[in-house]
């Protein structure tokens, strides 16, 4: 076993990202055994995190953190106990073996490189997410394995369905990662901590704050929609979309119980309630059986396996959820269990299907004899998967019973639950691991032969493992599942597991009721499948078609909005904005109460007098200017007049920039009304008028608010008195205004500038559209208006 | 728009303006003035002339493209800031140089250049924009 190196395992997470960039290359050249060695990335990284077993079993946890963004207190910092461990030991152990199945699986496709790559983002992201210490990273790497699920999903982004299983995907966990976000964000404003290892050491702060029920909810809407608990559980069949390595490894074995994860992360600080014993237990039992009952109901081998795997997350929801040490060593195990036949399971159905050319259960059959060593590993995951000793799916049921039967409140209801569960697990895993070996062989599209090494090394790794770690019952319980167990509790805790029960217990009969039950159900399995068939058919309605009229219902609102908001017309949206700026400008001094005070009327000379006239005779002449352009040009006097009365006041500069904007203001408006053919005159009724008339009188009337409310605070001099002071000294500059937009705020006026350039192309493109439309419209017409308007256009 | 006096006369206030507006950009580090209203000075000579020559030849005259002309300024303008880059000083710090010319000394700065990238900014901008708006009329 390797040492504990904490220090090498912010470079043992990034590693999947290089091997990410390089994988593409590695491709190209040594096309698909290009695997070997890019399976050698996760196996080192398995190595890496195998290092700290023993330390983890002895009790010992690790942190190790470098700065990210240090003004938000964002760290890379990681954080190694029991929890994180398995998990971690899991997905590189898993990944290894994927990648090399992926080699094999997608050999000779075109976009081999890219699929290998999008996998290695992907496993970067989901050990980023079970080791991540900051709440903050921890999001990130959550919402990166959504991302990266997404992009996998739709890899074969040709066909309609990938793209809308990978887009459903993304929507459900995404959202659900936003719910996550702000939960996180309530955890760090609550216990004052960003880091999860300080937060869990925070005792009962989060059980005793008010803002407890927010939390759990948003940190459930996290873990519900990652986990694909009932009512969320559609977008995981769907997700079958995706080649079976993705199956295999992100919607079995590790993404999905990315929620599990962190429920049972932070069970110590968030579970134990009331409310969360109520509503975990409630909705894992219903996606238990609501996930077994639909994977019944299939035909397709990946689909049969994807119910169950909802159904599997709903026991682990439901056992998380009791808060009981037996229920959540029994948790635990499962999950260990789980990812080892259930990855083990897709890999084999995902060979079924690339050997025989199908992977409908009822078209397959007598596969053994050309499929041996596939049928070993399926065989012994399915036993697994089934609960039959003597595997570690024996001893996860065994500790589950126990845990559930001796329940203080509710135990036999989630021993029913679980065990008709079970049963149904069991009916699967015959089906799936069974029933296309056995019986007699059938013709299939492909005539079937066993499969490259490629694609059986990992399903019998993967279920050979199962068998040996119930062998060595003990030390799995000592090195991994006790530790773990210790992260949920969040205190010390002992595991002991012995693969042959010592007595006769109610584990024991409730195991052997299970097997009856599941092989009489197995016997019906035909009958079944029509009889929920038929239920499902008289219902009709199922969330997966709810999210479609939800995504529709979205589409529909926004496209409303828009007609509304956005209809095209200028005049619209002009007012809009001064409306908007007008309340903005005067609804907060009204609400508050807090009008600046009438100034008081200032000695003016007479010439400024005059000035002040002109500029009122300027705003008149506007209001009753019986053309447009007369308007225009009457505008230009007024502000011609506030240009002078700046230059009299001492500001020469503004004044000098004020000229120059009245006259090319005067200038595009007119050019913009002979442009835009528009009439002449204001054809509008009278009440169109006072609307905008009020409008404008609102935002001319906040705007003298806020100059008031503004020259009346104290004057604070510090900014005015630096640059007096330093603007000879440091710039050579005696304009100080001149100064300040080219030296001291000089990137300010850069981004300015920037804004001048950009709107500048936009108005030449909204002209040019305009041109453009004339032409189109003209050369209908005759070709030579045509000619003639299109002229502009080439022009430049 | 295009009476003879117009006409006549429109050249020469254009090329009064421009060199107006260059000497209200030069001396704009110390009395009032700079690139934004050189700017808008210049872009008004240049929409004058599009009036009374026509928008052909004030886009003849002007060889480029307007819109070219502002991309460049703030090109200009981001490049004087990079300078103070290899005395591995902030982005945007100043730096002076104080040249001999012809027995007159001459402070040239990043400033200077900055808001000669400034000017050229509003110039090109704006000049577009009222050209092309004034386009339709020179047919």
Request: proline fraction near 5%.
């Amino acid at each position: 076993m390797t040492p504990a190196a904490p220090d090498m395992t912010i470079l043992a997470v990034l590693a999947p990202f290089a091997a990410a960039a390089i994988a593409p290359f590695a491709v190209r050249i040594l096309k698909h055994n290009a695997a070997w060695p890019l399976a050698l990335v996760p196996f080192l990284i398995f190595a890496h995190f195998a290092g700290f077993v023993s330390g983890v079993s002895q009790g010992q946890t690790f942190t190790v953190a470098r700065e990210w963004v240090p003004a938000y207190g964002v760290s890379l910092s990681f954080y190694i106990d029991g929890l994180s461990t398995l998990f971690a030991l899991l997905i590189s152990g898993i990944g290894t073996f994927i990648i090399l199945y992926a080699g094999g699986y997608l050999k000779g496709h075109p976009q081999q490189g890219r699929f290998l790559s999008f996998l290695f983002l992907f496993m970067g992201a989901m050990l980023g997410l079970v080791t991540a210490d900051n709440l903050i990273t921890l999001f990130i790497f959550w919402e990166l394995t959504s991302i990266t699920s997404f992009l996998l999903i739709g890899f074969d982004h040709l066909r309609a369905a990938s793209r809308r299983a990978a887009l459903q995907a993304l929507l459900v966990t995404g959202g659900g990662g936003l719910a996550l976000l702000a939960g996180f964000l309530l955890i760090i404003q609550i216990t004052g901590e960003i880091e999860m290892s300080k937060v869990l050491a925070s005792g009962d702060v989060l059980r005793g704050s008010a803002l407890y029920l927010p939390v759990f909810l948003l940190v459930l809407g996290g873990a519900f929609t990652k986990s694909a608990q009932f009512p969320f559980h559609f977008w995981l069949p769907n997700a079958m979309e995706a080649p079976t390595p993705v199956s295999a490894f992100l919607h079995s074995a590790t993404m999905v119980k990315a929620g599990v994860y962190l429920l049972m992360r932070v069970h110590p600080v968030l579970g134990g309630t009331d409310i969360w014993m109520t509503v975990l237990p409630l909705f894992g039992g219903v996606t238990l059986l609501v996930g077994t009952l639909l994977a019944v109901r299939q035909t397709d081998l990946k689909l049969m396996l994807a119910y169950t795997t909802v159904a599997s997350l709903g026991l682990l929801v439901m056992l998380t959820g009791t808060s009981n040490e037996k229920a959540l060593e029994g948790a635990v195990l499962y999950l260990f269990a789980h990812s080892l036949f259930k990855g083990a399971l897709f890999m084999v159905a995902g060979t079924i299907d690339h050997e025989a050319g199908t992977r409908d259960v009822t078209k397959l059959g007598g596969l053994r004899k050309a499929m041996p060593i596939t049928f070993a590993a399926a065989a012994l995951a399915g036993l697994s998967m089934a609960g039959l000793p003597p595997f570690i799916g024996f001893i996860a049921k065994e500790v589950l019973y126990y845990g559930t039967w001796g329940l203080p409140q509710g135990a036999m209801l989630l021993t029913v639950v679980a065990v008709i569960g079970n049963a149904l697990m069991l009916v699967i895993a015959a089906a799936v691991a069974i029933k296309p070996f056995f019986g007699p062989e059938v013709h299939t599209p492909k005539h079937a032969h066993e499969g490259p090494v490629l694609l059986w090394v990992g399903p019998v790794v993967l279920s050979l493992t199962g068998l040996a770690a119930a062998m060595m019952a003990h030390t799995t319980g000592e090195l991994f599942i006790g530790p773990m167990l210790s992260s949920l509790k969040g205190t010390p805790a002992i595991v002991e597991l012995h693969l042959i029960p010592g007595y006769i217990s109610a584990p024991l009969i409730l195991s052997i009721i299970t097997v009856a039950l599941g092989v009489v159900l197995f016997l019906q399995l035909d009958r079944l499948r029509g009889i929920i068939a038929s239920i499902l058919a008289a219902i009709g309605w199922g969330p997966d078609r709810g999210f479609d009229q939800v995504v529709a219902a979205i589409v529909w609102i926004s496209a409303v909005v828009t007609r509304l908001l956005q209809g095209g017309k200028m005049q619209t949206y002009m007012v809009l904005t001064f409306a908007v700026t007008g309340a903005a400008l005067l609804l907060p001094p009204y609400l508050m109460g807090s009008f600046p005070a009438v100034p008081a009327w200032p000695e003016f000379r007479f010439y400024e007098w005059a000035v002040i006239a002109i500029a009122v005779l300027g705003l008149g002449a506007v209001l009753v200017a019986k053309t447009r352009l007369t308007a225009i040009v009457s505008l230009g006097i007024q502000g011609f007049a506030v240009a002078t009365l700046f230059m009299l006041f001492g500001a020469p500069d503004l004044s000098f920039t004020q000229f120059m904007i009245e006259t090319l203001s005067v200038v595009v408006l007119a050019l913009v009304m002979t442009r835009l053919n528009l009439s002449p005159r204001d054809h509008r009724p009278f009440g169109a008028k006072l609307v905008t008339g009020i409008v404008a009188a609102s935002v001319g009337a906040g705007f003298a608010l806020v100059l008031m409310a503004v020259t009346q605070s104290p004057f604070d001099a510090r900014l005015s008195e630096f640059f007096t002071q330093y603007s000879r000294a440091i710039a050579h500059g005696r304009n100080i205004v001149n100064v300040i937009i080219v030296d001291f705020r000089g990137f300010d006026t850069l981004g300015e500038i920037a804004v001048v350039v950009l709107t500048g192309l936009a108005v030449l493109g909204l002209i040019r559209i305009q041109t453009k439309t004339h032409a189109g419209e003209a050369s209908a017409k005759t070709t030579k208006a045509a000619k003639s308007a299109r002229k502009p256009v080439e022009a430049r | 728009m295009r009476t003879v006096i117009f006409r006549t006369f429109a050249p020469f206030i254009t090329a009064l303006m421009v060199l107006f507006s260059i000497f209200v950009l030069l001396r704009g580090h110390n009395e009032p003035g700079g690139g934004f209203i050189g700017g808008l000075i210049a872009a008004s000579a240049l929409a004058i002339y599009g009036i009374s020559a026509g928008v052909g030849p004030a886009r003849r005259a002007l060889k480029a493209h307007p819109m070219s002309i502002a991309a460049f300024g703030l090109l200009l303008a981001a490049l004087s800031g990079l300078l103070s880059l290899f005395t591995r000083q902030a982005f945007m710090t100043s730096q002076w140089v104080t040249i001999d010319f012809l027995g007159v000394a001459v402070d040239l700065s990043t400033p200077m250049f900055f808001d000669i990238g400034v000017y050229l900014v509003v110039v090109g901008a704006i000049g577009s924009i009222a050209l092309a708006l004034e386009e339709r009329e020179s047919d």
